[in-house]
């Protein structure tokens, strides 16, 4: 008898333990990606009234980084950047004409770019692209032909394809609170199929959190990559019912918190299949803040500046990476770039790097499972085709400034180069260039090494239909 009641218990036990655990090897990795959300806009990151307790949550069980950056300070390149692994003037997706695609653009991502869901894709994952896409709204473009199984979302910006009206002729001071989604005529696509137009945007943070949650339940027995991008904070600012009027820091706080709830259901789904441990999430955002928009727009905290610029409000955003299990939580201050999320995840998922391409993507494994140095040890800010800065180590060195939105300046190019410590003076504050030429002189030497080996791709984006 007690020997059967033995044997019941082990293959109880046994049972659960399989129930439990990964049905592969190979991680799953969730990319969310907001869209003008500033560094300042995380209860972790410092924000004093916006609640964010899901994604401190994940901070405190994971690795928050405090010095990682985007591959530039709009969205359209930066998107190109995080899925390619490359600065997105080899790609083409830059330009000196247009900083964006619009709804009449003629080109997008070149078919010959190599994304991270086509990495993945090849190695046996379920790939799935939800939200915002902006990387071309043509079927030949869209992500269902870039490596992912799965598309439903928005293919650009959520305030494109505006209807004009008398309302709207104070484009930076017109208020939100009383536009509709029907102002504003974007499709919502679900693979290469519109199926709502204009799109319900007061629950589209909810559906894109919804849909997350059903591809994890649908393909949790094969390993997943779900790139989930909000088109939100981005303006104009929708939240569903339930979290209307729930932050003190108003709509744009409504907005972050709802976004914060969707991230809280996924990792509990996770947590409830069984996936938690066999999953690396990583939350950041394309760029900065929308200053101009005021109390519509987020905050960059101690950094200067925002969206469209080069200074680090533009660039430098919060990231958090969470992986019960394998990563050791901690504050990361070394260097990192979403870049960086192509060689990372694609030497975790045992596939190959291509090797007909320059990557300017480093492997941040060391970094995330052995708090060891990283590998990245400088930034290149391009705007448009232009290298506007460059960090080497602490220091971050600025050829050309130049205000965006009417904000911060005319262009200027500096000779000798602007200089900071951005250990000492994250806010860039105080030049101290005249103390350390051998700093510039390292830093010139990176730039000439780029430039020699840059071949730069035919621009996608000045062409419009």
């Not at 109390?295 to 969206?307: D, F, P, T, Y």
């Not at 050829?399 to 000492?424: A, C």
Request: glycine share 8%; with cysteine; net charge neutral.
């Amino acid at each position: 008898m007690k020997n059967l009641i033995f044997t019941l218990l082990i293959t109880c036990f046994c049972s659960n333990l399989k129930s439990q655990s990964p049905k592969h090897e190979q991680p799953n990795f969730i990319i969310i990606f907001t869209d003008d959300m500033g560094y300042g806009d995380l209860g972790v990151y410092g924000h004093p009234t916006i609640k964010t307790p899901n994604l401190d949550q994940m901070a405190f069980e994971g690795q928050k980084w405090t010095n990682f950056y985007v591959g530039a300070s709009v969205c359209t390149p930066s998107r190109a950047a995080i899925l390619t692994g490359r600065l997105p003037i080899r790609s083409g997706m830059t330009s000196k004409k247009q900083r964006v695609l619009f709804p009449d653009s003629k080109n997008g991502l070149p078919a010959s770019e190599i994304t991270l869901a086509e990495q993945l894709k090849g190695v046996g994952y379920k790939t799935a692209a939800i939200g915002k896409w902006h990387l071309g709204h043509k079927k030949q473009y869209l992500p269902t032909n870039n490596g992912f199984d799965y598309y439903f979302g928005i293919p650009y910006s959520n305030d494109m394809d505006l209807l004009q009206g008398d309302e709207f002729k104070n484009y930076w001071n017109r208020s939100y609170d009383s536009i509709e989604p029907a102002h504003f005529n974007v499709p919502l696509i679900r693979n290469t199929a519109i199926i709502e137009r204009p799109a319900n945007q007061h629950t589209i943070i909810k559906r894109y959190s919804e849909e997350t949650i059903n591809y994890i339940k649908k393909n949790k027995d094969s390993p997943f990559f779900v790139y989930l991008a909000h088109n939100l904070p981005h303006v104009p600012l929708f939240v569903s019912k339930e979290f209307e009027g729930k932050s003190k820091r108003g709509l744009y706080g409504d907005v972050i918190e709802e976004i914060d709830y969707g991230v809280g259901e996924i990792i509990k789904t996770l947590k409830e299949e069984g996936l938690a441990e066999n999953t690396i999430v990583v939350f950041t955002s394309d760029n900065g803040p929308w200053l101009p928009f005021k109390l519509n727009g987020g905050s960059a905290g101690l950094l200067r500046a925002g969206k469209g610029s080069t200074w680090e409000g533009g660039m430098r955003e919060p990231a958090i990476f969470w992986a019960p299990g394998r990563i050791k939580p901690a504050v990361i201050t070394e260097i990192g770039s979403t870049m960086d999320l192509f060689s990372t995840f694609s030497n975790l998922a045992g596939a190959k790097l291509p090797h007909d391409r320059i990557l300017d993507s480093h492997d941040l494994g060391p970094v995330l499972f052995q708090q060891k140095e990283s590998t990245r040890n400088s930034i290149i800010y391009y705007r448009g085709n232009e290298i506007y800065a460059v960090r080497l180590g602490d220091f971050k060195a600025h050829y050309i400034t130049q205000g965006v939105y009417g904000q911060f300046g005319k262009r200027e190019e500096h000779n000798p180069p602007i200089l900071y410590n951005l250990s000492h003076d994250p806010g860039e504050q105080f030049n101290i260039n005249n103390q350390h030429p051998d700093i510039l002189k390292e830093i010139n030497n990176l730039v000439e090494a780029h430039k020699s080996k840059l071949v730069v791709g035919k621009d996608q984006l000045a062409e419009r239909e």
